[in-house]
């Protein structure tokens, strides 16, 4: 059978754009290719030179003969008829086990945007403290800002919901003010960097609203915190979402190595402190991976969002905080 074979093979040394040595194919002969077993007969656009030195090697795994002929955009490779079943079947797993992985999002240029995020929570905190000279007469003491502004259980469910809000802003003091800022900013900056900075500040407060929310349900009436802890832990979470959403990684690694960094980091900062609120840090991961996953696949299947679209996300999340903290004044 070997023997058979070996008149019809064509075997150039070199590349294939040097195949330039004519080849008698037999009119009974089939044209095979990697774009499935609709393409029948000879009338197909040239395959690549790559393509085509592979297609070479699936033949030459299963001692199939063919002949491979032309050269530049006129090569073509031919089997005999009783193999073009086998040999498509060959080249249909090759291209599978060969399709591109979707791409990772291209990163954005808005880091500096992202810190400007970060100074004005340290801008806030020293307005509720009292650090800037303000020409206002009436400004409310901090102690009134907490009592208005913290996620108090008792309140919230009463109908005070804007405390879920307006509890991210509030610090007890600056270092935990500063401990937020050092761990959020890295975190903060490659989310926006992914999602667009108008998306990450909206996706960020709708998670840490729904973080604060589940921490509410989970906490006995008079229960009382405030922090942007939670709000830096669904941040992470939102990442993760979108790395196991967009990654062009497969298979289990897909969700394992997010799952895995954003359990390390919630080891590692969310459980430590007397007076860590570990339960607001593991809602506020979950909601966020909650949320992310709605918004990576929305991403993922749209492309991204309109640049309009993403300024009017971009004032909305602050604006709705104000609101929010009328209505808690």
Request: hydrophobic fraction near 50%.
């Amino acid at each position: 059978m070997n023997d058979l074979r070996a008149p019809f093979r064509h075997r150039p040394k070199r590349r294939i754009a040097m195949w330039r040595r004519p080849a008698r194919v037999p009119e009974y002969w089939r044209v095979v290719d990697f774009r499935g077993p609709e393409y029948m007969g000879r009338q197909l656009p040239a395959p690549g030179t790559r393509q085509m030195e592979l297609l070479r090697l699936v033949l030459d795994s299963r001692d199939i003969p063919y002949i491979i002929t032309g050269h530049g955009s006129q090569v073509r490779a031919f089997v005999p008829p009783m193999f073009e079943t086998l040999v498509r079947t060959e080249l249909a797993d090759v291209a599978s086990e060969k399709a591109p992985a979707s791409p990772s999002p291209a990163p954005r240029r808005n880091a500096h945007w992202a810190m400007l995020v970060m100074l004005f929570l340290i801008f806030w905190h020293g307005l509720t403290m009292g650090w800037w000279p303000l020409p206002f007469e009436h400004v409310p003491d901090p102690d009134y800002w907490k009592m208005c502004g913290r996620l108090d259980v008792a309140a919230v469910r009463a109908g005070e919901w804007w405390r879920t809000a307006t509890a991210l802003t509030l610090h007890a003091d600056s270092l935990h003010l500063f401990s937020n800022v050092l761990f959020g900013a890295p975190f903060l900056v490659l989310l926006a960097r992914r999602l667009g900075l108008g998306l990450t500040l909206a996706a960020t407060l709708v998670s840490g609203m729904l973080g604060n929310a589940m921490n509410v349900l989970y906490r006995e009436p008079g229960y009382v915190s405030l922090g942007f802890s939670t709000a830096m832990f669904a941040t992470v979470g939102l990442l993760c979402a979108d790395i196991t959403v967009r990654s062009p990684a497969r298979g289990f690694r897909r969700l394992a190595l997010p799952a895995a960094a954003g359990m390390a980091f919630l080891a590692l900062l969310g459980t430590e402190g007397q007076n860590t609120d570990y339960a607001a840090h593991i809602f506020g991961l979950l909601s966020g991976f909650l949320v992310g996953l709605a918004v990576s696949s929305r991403l993922r299947h749209d492309g991204g969002l309109p640049p309009s679209l993403e300024y009017l996300l971009g004032f909305a999340a602050p604006l709705f905080l104000l609101l929010c903290w009328n209505a808690a004044l």
